[in-house]
């Protein structure tokens, strides 16, 4: 159903080619790999969109090769979307059910921690570790220099970056 509407969206135009020449390929290549039908519909469904949604028009030499490298980041965004779920429900089984956040919360919490990982995910290593290590693990910044072999001012400048990515995210 669903795959119907993206083809009378787009039916003539190279999205839409795109879309009927392989389709039934890219869906099969992400049912070996996700295990799941309706995962692997949703990500073939999610992939198509990504190409039609491209503001300029794109000229494809190699059309499996682009819906794979396409499906394969959203393929590790969900993934990676599961394993901030998982840590973050793990936490919650520690905590006395009086202190749970309510549903609606536990919701908002999880939406922020995923958009705090998309901006660091937009970060240098090295920043990104830093600003973990400082927020996460509480080391100061001269025992974040250290254990990186890195300068103080530099951490100090990767923590700027940092607070920098989060506060554009906010906005």
């Known amino acids: ?26 869906f099969g290549w992400l049912r070996k790999r996700t295990g799941n039908r309706e995962q ?19 000229s494809i030499d190699e059309p499996r090769s682009y819906l794979t490298v396409i499906a ?3 393929l590790a965004n969900q993934w990676r979307r599961h394993e901030i779920e998982r840590a973050y429900l793990d936490r919650l089984a520690t905590i006395p059910e009086s202190f749970a956040p309510s549903p609606e919360d536990r919701a908002l919490i999880l939406e922020s ?3 705090i990982d998309a ?12 600003f973990l290590l400082a927020q ?12 990186l072999g890195i300068s103080l001012r530099t951490v100090k400048r990767y923590m700027v970056l940092a607070f920098e990515q989060c506060l554009l995210k906010l906005e």
Do not use: N
Request: with cysteine; net charge negative.
């Open 40 to 58: 692997a519909a949703d990500l073939a469904h999610d992939t198509f969109l990504r190409i039609l949604l491209k503001s300029e028009p794109v």
């Open 136 to 147: 996460l693990d509480h080391l100061g910044y001269a025992e974040i220099a250290l254990k």
């Open 113 to 115: 921690l995923l958009e």
């Open 72 to 74: 394969k980041g959203l």
């Open 1 to 26: 159903m669903i795959g119907r509407c993206i083809v009378d969206k787009i039916e003539g135009t190279v999205a839409g080619a795109l879309y009927v020449d392989h389709h039934s390929w890219l």
């Open 119 to 130: 901006a660091l995910s937009q970060l240098p290593d090295k920043a990104r570790t830093t």
